[in-house]
């Protein structure tokens, strides 16, 4: 068997990196929910426009949009100012094939960023995101106790 090239170890482990994410679908799911890309239809809107017109905290609407801008979907056309691209275009209801409304976000995706937002949220109030999500301290991430708890 031979040794695999460097890149090829690359592209491996970027394309599990890439199943792995959970944020870019849920992304997704909640911007095609809000309609974004018919929002931004006529050109680039600041975040704060984005949030009261779809009703959003600001700063979770950034988030999303930051994940989708990182993944090509939207972009950012200075900070906090976002535009379409031509992959969101499809998402837009009046395009021709278009896809809104392909991408329902369902009661188990918001539980799904629940917990995560569990794991993000909890460390900056000083509490273990992951001991409560896990049922308690002293568990690992499979739900078992820990070595030496």
Not at 29 to 47: E, H, K, N, Q, S
Not at 113 to 135: H, V
């Amino acid at each position: 068997m031979t040794e695999p090239s460097p890149l090829s170890l690359v592209e491996r482990v970027l394309r599990l990196d890439e199943l792995a994410d959970v944020a870019v679908p849920l992304s997704l799911r909640a911007a095609d929910d809000l309609r974004i890309a018919d929002l931004l239809a006529d050109g680039p809107l600041g975040l704060g426009e984005l949030a009261a017109r779809t009703g959003s905290d600001a700063r979770s609407l950034g988030r999303v949009l930051r994940a989708l801008a990182g993944r090509g979907v939207f972009r950012v056309v200075e900070p906090e100012r976002f535009a379409l691209t031509p992959l969101a275009e499809q998402l837009r209801t009046d395009h021709p094939r278009s896809m809104a409304g392909a991408f329902p976000l369902l009661p188990a995706d918001v539980r799904a960023w629940a917990r995560i937002g569990l794991l993000l949220e909890d460390p900056q109030r000083g509490a273990a995101g992951l001991e409560r999500l896990m049922g308690g301290a002293g568990r690992d991430v499979s739900g078992s106790p820990s070595p030496g708890s």
